[in-house]
């Protein structure tokens, strides 16, 4: 059933995934490797597997728990750039591209929260049976 809240949550994660491919650009962090594209591409795919395979909750959450940890990783990864950049940290003008896997990671954990609730509710229907 795609029109779950939990569905909603998981397709603002993967739009922040998005918007962060689309303001990433600029980000260099080791050198010639695109890490950034790569991550938000894996965040897009994991995404929308856990979006369209709503009939298996085990799958969602382990999809989910996935993309939460490429996102923490990506967290760090933006926030050592950001750090490394001239000027420190305080310069309000050097990006937003932190916010977004914040927001992502976010969205995921009210997600799964949401998708455990459907399994403890399945599992009690299906005990009255």
């Not at 994660?13 to 600029?26: K, P």
């Not at 980000?27 to 965040?43: E, K, R």
């Amino acid at each position: 059933m795609l029109q779950r809240i939990q569905t909603i949550w998981t397709l603002l994660a993967v739009l922040a995934a998005v918007s962060l491919f689309v303001t990433g650009q600029d980000v260099d962090v080791f050198g010639n490797i695109p890490v950034i594209d790569i991550s938000c591409i894996a965040l897009v795919l994991a995404g929308a597997l856990s979006i369209f395979s709503f009939k298996n909750r085990k799958r969602q959450i382990l999809l989910n728990t996935f993309s939460i940890i490429i996102n923490v990783l990506l967290i760090g990864v933006l926030a050592y750039w950001l750090l490394n950049l001239s000027g420190g940290i305080q310069i309000p003008e050097k990006g937003i591209e932190p916010v977004f896997p914040l927001i992502a990671v976010i969205c995921l954990l009210i997600a799964n929260v949401l998708i455990r609730r459907d399994e403890r509710l399945v599992k009690s229907v299906d005990r009255l049976r």
